[in-house]
Each structure stands twice: as C-alpha cells, then as structure tokens.
T-cell receptor
Framework: KAGVTQTPRYLIKTRGQQVTLSCSPI?????VSWYQQTPGQGLQFLFE???????NKGNFPGRFSGRQFSNSRSEMNVSTLELGDSALYLC???????????FGAGTRLSVL | GQSLEQPSEVTAVEGAIVQINCTYQ??????LSWYQQHDGGAPTFLSY????GLEETGRFSSFLSRSDSYGYLLLQELQMKDSASYFC?????????????FGTGTQLKVEL
C-alpha cells in the first residue's frame, strides 16, 4: 500500500505570491490533516478534512486554506506569502476519527 | 487552548534506558500519542494511550496518568538509530474530528 504522497517536495516562492500544495492520502483513508513545522514552533495544526468537509481548524490566518476532493486527495493554499511562512508543511492521513496519523515526507517551502 | 511541555533535549548512551516526560493542559482530552521524527524525515507513530497505564510495544513503552495530565515515553536498550526527535501529542475531540496538538519535541541523542 502506498504511503502518503506530498507534492512538490521543495518549493521556492517570493513574498506576495501564492502557493498550492498537494497531498494524496493512503488509499481508503478519509481524514487528511495539515501541519506546519518550523524550528521555533514545532508542529502546528492547520486543519483537518474528512469526506470533503473541514472538520477542524487551527489558529492560522485566513491566508491559509484547504480543500479535499471526492477521492480524498487534499490541497492547501497559502496566499500573499510572507517570509514567516517558510516551513515544512506536513500532511497526514488516517482512516477516520482515529488517533494514528500517517505522515507524508512534507513539502519544504522557502519564501524569499 | 492546549499546551504540552516536554524536555528539549535528552542524551543517553547506547544500551541504556531513557524516559521522556510530557505534561499537558487541554480540554476535551481523548488520548496521548508519541511520534518519532528523524532529521529530514516524516513523523512516524510510536504509541498511543487512551486510558491510564502502560502500553508496551517492543523496546518502547508509553505511560499515561489522566489525573496528573502526565505521560512518558520509555525507550529501552537504546540504539544509535533511536537518535531522533520525539513528540508527544494530545488528541482532543473538537468538532468531532481528529485534532492533534503536538509538543515542541525532545531531541534524543544516543552516544556510544
């Protein structure tokens, strides 16, 4: 069974641009969560989608948004990029409302 | 809100036993998880405690005391490959979803 796949692995953008990151969950998993990881803040929860509905949201500004498609694939979008958005963005999937989350390798975003 | 505290760094020698503590403050607590992350890698699930007591999985054990809002991860027979960051994460039931709040991580260094 393939694991969680995130694309692209690396991304360089400039301030003010927008970016879209993609996540393909493990086959059969309906819950997809997104996290931002930075050296200073650790892993911070962005949002969780289940069956195309956002079920939970973290404390991030509205520039951060996401969506989930009928095949459970998910995308997150960050608009008007700021230098502080430079981070590793991790996607995790789980079968349902369970604790075990399986993480992808992440997308490393650098904002210049 | 939710907050977790864990030591930032722990050093131990190969073959030894090490304990990584985690204290938390949260509402709607449902369970405590532990994840391991090697440099440049994705977090991987290690253990979960939904009820008080000890859970054992091979060389790794995890303990939870809900009344003390405290848990720990115990690693036995340390190996060099155990050098990694270890995160405790609280699962809270909000919006019926699967929201994990992570601690800032404990970097474990295993020395010869």
């Amino acid at each position: 069974k393939a694991g969680v796949t995130q694309t692209p692995r690396y991304l360089i953008k400039t301030r003010g641009q927008q970016v879209t990151l993609s996540c393909s969950p493990i086959s059969g998993h309906r819950s997809v969560s997104w996290y931002q990881q930075t050296p200073g803040q650790g892993l911070q929860f962005l949002f969780e989608y289940f069956s195309e509905t956002q079920r939970n949201k973290g404390n991030f500004p509205g520039r951060f948004s996401g969506r989930q498609f009928s095949n459970s694939r998910s995308e997150m979008n960050v608009s008007t990029l700021e230098l502080g958005d430079s981070a590793l963005y991790l996607c995790a999937s789980s079968p349902g409302a369970q604790d075990i989350q399986y993480f992808g390798a992440g997308t490393r975003l650098s904002v210049l | 809100g939710q907050s977790l505290e864990q030591p930032s760094e722990v050093t131990a020698v190969e073959g030894a036993i090490v304990q990584i503590n985690c204290t938390y403050q949260t509402s709607g607590f449902y369970g405590l998880s532990w994840y391991q992350q090697h440099d440049g890698g994705a977090p991987t699930f290690l253990s979960y405690n939904g009820l008080d007591g000890l859970e054992e999985t091979g060389r790794f054990s995890s303990f939870l005391s809900r009344s003390d809002s405290y848990g720990y991860l115990l690693l036995q027979e340390l190996q060099m490959k155990d050098s990694a960051s270890y995160f405790c994460a609280v699962r809270a039931l909000t919006g019926g979803g699967n929201k994990l709040t992570f601690g800032t991580g404990t970097q474990l260094k295993v020395e010869l």
